[in-house]
């Protein structure tokens, strides 16, 4: 599910408020799924 939301565009930090986990907790999750993170403070092109 976290994996799915940041790919249609959702924050790390909005996702961590929405599974009501830590900002970590979603990042590690995110990069174990193998998500291509964005750069911060933007979206990715």
Known sequence: MAGMLYQHGQS???IATRLDTSYNNV???LVKEGVQLRLRGGSYR
């Open 27 to 29: 990042r590690q999750r």
């Open 12 to 14: 790390i930090m909005a």
